[in-house]
């Protein structure tokens, strides 16, 4: 293996917390299928009906002309709050939920360090475009097979076509709960 191929390290601990039996799992510089394989069976989500909220907390893009700044803070102002409600089946339960740890494969993406345990997950993801530029974002919160919240900071440099030397700075909160099972016109 060459230097640069992930070194994934993992601890399937039992934790002691609450009496439960949750593996733990700790990655460094590993992919987001590494990440996503690891915690197959350390979060197993509920199936049924789920609603998701993102909050886009702030966003700040030094550099960017106060006319483009205010359009922006408007838009973000409508945009600061969305919900959406999604039927998680069985079928999507049992695979590596890649898309939660940040997407699929290949997107130039790698986890400096992710944890989870105890239900608390502490992860730093950096991303490299082909289009040039990097993307740094720091995930923390909580994960159970029934709900979830996390908290995003993530910082953006040197992206093509962005004012301020192409930087970008946001804060977002996602929070997801099961909120019952599915409607019968979309189970299975």
């Known amino acids: 293996m060459s230097r640069f191929t992930p070194l994934m390290l993992l601890s399937p601990l039992a934790l002691a917390a609450c009496g439960g039996s949750e593996p733990a799992v700790k990655a460094e510089n ?5 990440v996503a394989k690891a915690t197959q069976d350390a979060v197993k989500m509920e199936p049924g009906q789920w609603q ?3 909050k886009f907390v702030s966003v700040d893009v030094p ?28 079928e999507m339960v049992s695979k590596p939920p890649s898309e939660m740890f940040g997407g699929k494969a290949g997107n130039g993406c790698t986890y ?5 345990a105890g239900g608390k997950v502490d992860a730093v993801m950096t991303c490299k475009p082909q289009t ?5 974002a720091t995930t923390t919160g909580t994960l159970s097979s029934t709900s979830y919240e996390l908290a995003s900071d993530t910082t953006m440099s040197g992206m ?26 979309t189970k299975g």
């Open 132 to 136: 040039g530029g990097e993307m740094k």
């Open 112 to 116: 400096e360090k992710f944890e989870l």
């Open 63 to 90: 550099g960017m002309p106060k006319a483009q700044a205010d359009m922006m803070g408007q838009q973000m102002a409508k945009m600061s709050e969305q919900t959406a409600e999604t039927c998680v089946t069985p």
């Open 160 to 185: 093509p076509g962005m004012p301020g030397n192409g930087g970008m700075t946001m804060k977002t909160q996602i929070i997801g709960k099961r909120i019952g099972d599915c409607p019968a016109a």
């Open 52 to 54: 998701t909220q993102i």
């Open 30 to 34: 590993a992919s987001i299928d590494q």
